[in-house]
């Protein structure tokens, strides 16, 4: 079993900046793609960004220069630095990660999510 946790998510001015982290814990396990998705209130989780074990990297056209994804594989961690926030970046962010336990086949983990509201 691996488990993901998000940290990070705050009340933000417009035009602020925050650093969403996600870290997995577990034993015998090994991540590919990571990626962060956001679900707003009435919305449908959304991608936000996506990065492979590699370092590419592919992001949803509204966040296109002012978010930033990134890993350290050696901590088995995601980012995503966020700059330049609107208030309709305002949604519960979520972190998800394809993995591998053993000899298991990959599985799809999501962490529980954590709030990021944009507001003056």
């Known amino acids: 079993q691996v488990q993901l946790v998000e940290s990070g998510g705050d009340l933000v001015q417009p035009g602020g900046s925050l650093r969403l982290s996600c870290a997995a814990s577990?034993?015998?396990?090994?991540?590919?793609?990571m990626a962060w998705y956001r679900q707003a209130p009435g919305n449908q989780r959304e991608l936000v960004a996506f990065?492979?074990?590699?370092?590419?990297?592919n992001y949803a056209e509204p966040v296109k220069g002012r978010f930033t994804i990134s890993r350290d594989n050696a901590k088995n961690t995601v980012y995503l630095q966020m700059n330049s926030l609107k208030p309709e970046d305002t949604a519960v962010y979520y972190c998800?990660?394809?993995?591998?336990?053993?000899?298991?086949?990959?599985?799809?983990?999501w962490g529980q999510g954590t709030q990021v509201t944009v507001s003056s």
């Open positions: 577990g034993s015998s396990f090994f991540i590919y793609g």
């Open positions: 998800n990660a394809d993995v591998t336990v053993g000899p298991t086949p990959r599985v799809n983990y």
């Open positions: 990065i492979t074990r590699g370092g590419s990297t």
